[in-house]
């Protein structure tokens, strides 16, 4: 047990700093990126900055996959889970902005049983699958893979906020229609009150009432 504990340590001491400092500055330096493109203001920047990190992992995740020196696997790794910090937490704040505020915490729960659903439940099962199936060393390359789908995801979801966000533009542009126009009340020459468009003349000798509009019109009437 001695000898064992001894021929281990290293793997587990690169472990622990492996997992415990790629996370954590992946997060960090996911915000601050995030940040600096605008925040949640503009929903397509920012899925635009996680998915060139999603791209970035592709090619990482294709490193370990074929590499056979256990340092070089360990420091992909290691970016890997930096680039993953980098999407989780920015993608997670996307996601609960981009619905209304009535709905973001019926959204919240969805979103964290997709997570432990179709991530954390389904990694390990149809990883222990393949390794009993192919081998472990199949099961792992599975695992490191798994980024290829979130980078399609994150493709789709730039394509979502695009449209959403050409469709609000077109809206916010179009010109205000004419049964929306609001409407004066003048008082010709002869005294009698006349409807006009605002902006619009009543006619020669028509003065503004200073009670235009409906509330002014029914307190004449």
């Known amino acids: 047990a001695p000898a064992l504990a001894r021929r281990c340590a290293p793997q587990v001491l690169s472990f622990a700093l492996v997992s415990s ?10 915000g601050w990126l995030v940040d ?6 503009c929903h397509s920047r920012c899925l635009r ?9 592709i090619g990482l995740a294709a490193g370990i996959a074929l590499s056979e020196s256990a340092v070089v696997v360990i420091v992909l ?20 902005t981009a619905v209304p505020t009535g709905v973001r915490t019926f959204a919240s729960a969805i979103s964290m049983m997709s997570y432990n659903v179709l ?4 990694a390990p099962a149809v990883s ?18 798994w980024v290829v789908f979130s980078c399609a995801f994150l493709f789709l979801a730039i394509c979502a906020a695009d ?48 009670g235009a509009g409906a509330t002014g019109y029914s307190q004449m009437l």
Request: with cysteine.
């Open 77 to 96: 790794i290691w970016c890997l889970l930096v680039v993953g910090g980098a999407v989780l937490a920015p993608a997670t704040g996307v996601l609960l």
């Open 36 to 41: 600096r493109v605008g925040g949640y203001t």
């Open 163 to 210: 449209a959403v966000e050409a469709s609000s533009s077109a809206t916010n542009s179009a010109p205000p229609r004419e049964s929306q126009r609001p409407f004066s009340l003048l008082r010709d020459a002869s005294g009698q009150l006349v409807v006009t468009a605002d902006g619009t003349r009543g006619g020669p000798g028509a003065s503004s009432h200073p």
């Open 128 to 145: 222990g699958v393949v390794i009993e199936y192919y081998g472990i060393r199949w099961g792992f390359r599975l695992v490191v893979s």
């Open 21 to 30: 400092t790629g996370p954590l500055l992946g997060v960090l330096a996911g």
């Open 49 to 57: 900055v996680l998915a060139n990190y999603t791209v970035v992992g």
């Open 119 to 122: 991530g954390y439940f389904l």
